[in-house]
């Protein structure tokens, strides 16, 4: 019985929560209104269309269509300026040493992201090459909690849903993998992630056996 590992990137893989973060707070001080942390939990995870709709309903802000667009394309660029300057340094703790395992193993893993950037930061990080597949913002029209990324991830591992395993930072993945029937794993707080099948607080926790019970 062969598994397969899919991993989110943002938050998971690479610290770029940390951007996304920087982008979005400024847009709001812009816009004349608090964007606090616990608000930026409900934006990971979920699409730039998509939140930037939850971040002005928190502001109680009504823009334009046009408005909105133009607004996307500058939050993306300030996001890129901060990008561009990443390197290998900013993978997260444990990150290498768990794909070293999957490695050992001969488990596959592909990247579920909904970031249209994916491309870009695995390769600032040098981490492109090690992926069987990427499957990101421009290959799905459903943002998780939508299952949409994660089953087009399981076609790539060639594996059934119930054979995959989802690593997940986001509130918003974690239940687009336990709806595609997959076993989630919550990296990050427990208790905002307490959806998910598996908990632990950074990759760096993840036991050196953890994948033994899949393997059958
Ligand atoms: C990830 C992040 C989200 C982000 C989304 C889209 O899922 O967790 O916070 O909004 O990707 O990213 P993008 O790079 O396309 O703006
Ligand atoms: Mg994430």
């Known amino acids: 019985n062969k598994i397969g590992v899919i991993f989110d990137l943002d ?3 690479v610290d770029t929560a940390k951007y996304h973060y920087l982008a ?3 847009l709001a001080n812009a816009l004349g209104f608090e964007f606090t942390e616990a608000h930026n939990e409900l934006l990971k995870g979920v ?3 998509r ?3 939850i971040l002005l309903e928190i502001g109680n802000v009504q823009l334009s269509e046009e408005k909105k667009q133009k607004i996307l394309v500058s939050k993306n660029e300030e996001y890129l300026s901060y990008i561009k300057k990443m390197n290998a340094n900013e993978i997260l703790p444990g990150a290498e040493k768990l794909l070293n395992t999957l490695d050992g193993l ?6 579920g992201s909904a970031s249209k950037n994916a491309e870009l930061i695995l390769n600032q990080v040098d981490l492109y090459h090690r992926f069987y597949g990427v499957v990101d913002g421009n290959a799905v029209s459903k943002a998780k909690p939508d299952p949409e990324v994660f089953l087009i991830g399981a076609k790539k591992l060639n594996l059934p849903p119930k054979n995959c395993i989802v690593f997940e930072d986001a509130i918003a993945g974690v239940e687009a993998a336990n709806i595609a ?6 990296i990050g707080d427990r208790e905002t992630l307490k959806q998910a099948h598996f908990n632990f607080n950074s990759l760096t926790e993840i036991p050196e056996d953890f994948f033994r019970k899949f393997i059958v």
């Open 181 to 186: 029937n997959m076993t989630s794993v919550g």
């Open 24 to 26: 979005w707070n400024n």
């Open 51 to 53: 939140s930037l709709e």
């Open 47 to 49: 699409s730039r269309v």
């Open 106 to 111: 001969g488990v596959k893993y592909v990247l």
């Open 11 to 13: 938050g998971v893989i």
